[in-house]
């Protein structure tokens, strides 16, 4: 025991002194100089640096920092880099003597043999500024975890937002060539091509696919609507399609729903029984056979449902990259996103965190190269229209509507004219039943309206021509009783 204590006794005291030390930042000083003489001897080193660094603060001396400034704001107004611009520009920004004056300024470029290895000179700064920036969050994060006013959630979510931010600074791509990028438009086009039906991306309905060629890798995709117009409907509809039918890894985070909920919903759409009847249980013979039928099929999808209530970006993120790594998720579907919160940091106004917010999942999006469809609310502008065309969304009826729109690739709203007791269009068409789809913005094809029935018995959105597909007892072909067809147009519980 004696022998025990004197070891803990050295270990603690090894701790203390280590604690203790004089710790010098990460940083390498003569290199800086080294990088800023470069740019101003050679007219391209700034390029090379801007690339590399975006904009990120990499110098650890104050003053070298403050050059670097005055050289990107002259490489901004197109002036040309030298030793005598550079000095006049932090005389204009009031900081030429807190630098060290002229003379310093000269020292840097005296000093610079070659600027051809302003490449391997600028990625070491950012090594260093990278270990900082690890340094000084971990500090922060150990601070505050002594603050018993601090969820451990909030430090969790902090912490991977802090680590992502770092993550993200990083090699740019690199400027192509026109020949090779028609190289790669080429093989794209010929792949299209290869496909009868036009599908580049995850199909869903063939309407709608006929405009957008299906839902596309690294594209942020909005569904909005007024509150009962059927979003997280028209979401499972979709899942359905895509993880039922086609088998696609499909990823749902639920921020309104509970999973059982969001199955039961499922159920109904798949089986074709009331959403009524799911809830009280009070099915028929006929019904729990559908039921039956149609659970293996539920079973063996590869859908995956989070409904973690409050969930803030950091924790989206963290999931779904688990997701894509692990079970191989291709889409992700978001229900929805005014309820989604940023994490620890503060916002002066809401509209600030959702552009945030909007922001950071089309940043996922393009890191994981998979689609992330996120459901939205509308403001109540809709509701005090008059009209066809008054009740119709529009892109200005986007809560926090600014940055939704910017951030997506392609904006959808779910319009059904008969919650208004509006029963034809302008054309004399039947509206009951039916939803319009507006697409209202599409980065990569043409907008317009898509027309969809709506089952809400089944809470159920459907392509008009596949009426008998989710409805089996109404098909004109009644399949064998052992028989179970999933292809789409055929005899199928769905």
Not at 88 to 98: A, D, I
Not at 452 to 465: I, Q
Request: with cysteine; charged share 25%; glycine share 6%.
């Amino acid at each position: 025991m004696p022998q025990n204590n004197n070891n803990r006794s050295r270990y603690n005291q090894r701790q203390v002194e280590q604690n203790n030390r004089d710790y010098v930042m990460p940083q390498a000083t003569d290199i800086e100089k080294a990088v800023l003489g470069a740019q101003m001897i050679d007219k391209d080193a700034n390029a090379t640096f801007a690339k590399l660094t975006k904009n990120e603060p990499v110098y650890y001396e104050p003053r070298n920092q403050m050059i670097q400034d005055a050289i990107d704001t002259l490489a901004r107004d197109g002036h040309p880099i030298d030793v005598w611009t550079v000095v006049n520009q932090l005389s204009s920004m009031g900081n030429l003597e807190e630098v060290g004056g002229p003379g310093y300024v000269t020292e840097l470029s005296s000093k610079v043999a070659s600027s051809s290895t302003i490449k391997y000179h600028t990625l070491v700064l950012l090594e260093k500024y990278k270990k900082r920036r690890l340094i000084t969050n971990g500090i922060t994060l150990q601070n505050k975890g002594y603050d018993n006013t601090i969820l451990a959630d909030e430090l969790l979510c902090e912490a991977d937002s802090d680590l992502q931010a770092i993550r993200n600074i990083q090699l740019g791509e690199e400027i192509k060539d026109l020949k090779v990028s028609i190289k790669e438009a080429v093989e794209e086009i010929q792949a299209a091509a290869s496909n009868p039906d036009g599908i580049t991306g995850i199909a869903s309905f063939i309407s709608l696919d006929a405009k957008t060629s299906g839902f596309q890798d690294s594209d942020l995709v909005i569904v909005a609507a007024r509150p009962a117009m059927g979003k997280t409907s028209f979401a499972l509809t979709t899942i359905k399609k895509i993880a039922v039918i086609q088998k696609i890894p499909t990823a749902f985070f639920s921020l309104e729903m509970s999973a059982v909920q969001l199955t039961k919903r499922l159920i109904s759409d798949v089986a074709s029984v009331p959403g009524q009847t799911i809830l009280h249980g009070q099915l028929s013979c006929d019904e729990w056979d559908r039921l039956d039928k149609t659970l293996t099929p539920l079973i063996d999808a590869p859908l995956y449902i989070d409904d973690t209530p409050g969930l803030t970006i950091g924790e989206f993120r963290a999931k779904a990259k688990r997701l894509v790594k692990e079970k191989g998720v291709k889409i992700i579907f978001v229900d929805y996103l005014q309820m989604m919160h940023y994490g620890a940091k503060n916002f002066s106004t809401r509209q600030e965190e959702v552009s945030n917010i909007c922001e950071s999942l089309k940043n996922i999006a393009k890191e994981l190269n998979v689609p992330i469809i996120a459901l939205a609310q509308l403001n109540r502008g809709v509701e005090n229209r008059e009209g066809l065309d008054g009740k119709r969304p529009r892109l200005s009826d986007l809560r926090e509507s600014g940055s939704i729109e910017q951030a997506a690739d392609l904006v959808m709203f779910i319009h059904r004219p008969e919650y208004y007791h509006i029963y034809q269009d302008e054309n004399g068409r039947d509206l009951r039943g039916m939803a319009q789809i507006i697409i209202a913005k599409h980065r990569k094809g043409a907008t317009g309206d898509v027309l969809l029935s709506f089952k809400g018995e089944f809470t159920r959105f459907e392509d008009p021509e596949e009426n008998t597909l989710n409805s089996p007892h109404q098909s004109t072909q009644k399949p064998a009783d052992n028989e179970t067809t999933y292809q789409e147009g055929g005899p199928t519980p769905f």
